[in-house]
């Protein structure tokens, strides 16, 4: 089993920053594909971003790429999203999740988190 656990949201004025952040448990987080969706109110939830299990290797949305870093600390067992020049359209709740798959898709993650809101006003 894996839990998931997120922080860091909040609400920042367009063109700053945020850092979230997500405690995962579980045996096999060192190895495990963690990744970052969003949720914008009326849409459909969103990949943002993955990072495999080694760290070196990530994939990000086109419309995050140049802005959001995603990072992990396997020593802490935490996962990162560093979120740059941040736009209005950023806003919504970002969830993080756990796969035994690198994928951008929604159905290969079966561990997810509570969503924490970010805020972007312009």
């Known amino acids: 089993q894996v839990q998931l656990v997120e922080s860091g949201g909040g609400a920042v004025q367009a063109g700053g920053s945020l850092r979230l952040s997500c405690a995962v448990s579980g045996r096999t987080f060192s190895t495990n594909t963690l990744a970052w969706f969003r949720q914008a109110p009326g849409k459909e939830r969103e990949f943002v971003a993955y990072?495999?299990?080694?760290?070196?290797?990530?994939r990000y949305a086109d419309s995050v790429k140049g802005r959001f870093t995603i990072s992990r600390d396997n020593a802490k067992n935490t996962v990162y999203l560093q979120m740059n020049s941040l736009k209005p359209e950023d806003t919504a709740v970002y969830y993080c999740?756990?796969?035994?798959?690198?994928?951008?898709?929604?159905?290969?993650?079966?561990?997810w988190g509570q969503g924490t809101q970010v805020t972007v006003s312009s």
């Open positions: 990072i495999r299990g080694s760290g070196i290797s990530t």
């Open positions: 999740a756990a796969s035994y798959s690198s994928s951008p898709y929604l159905y290969e993650y079966h561990y």
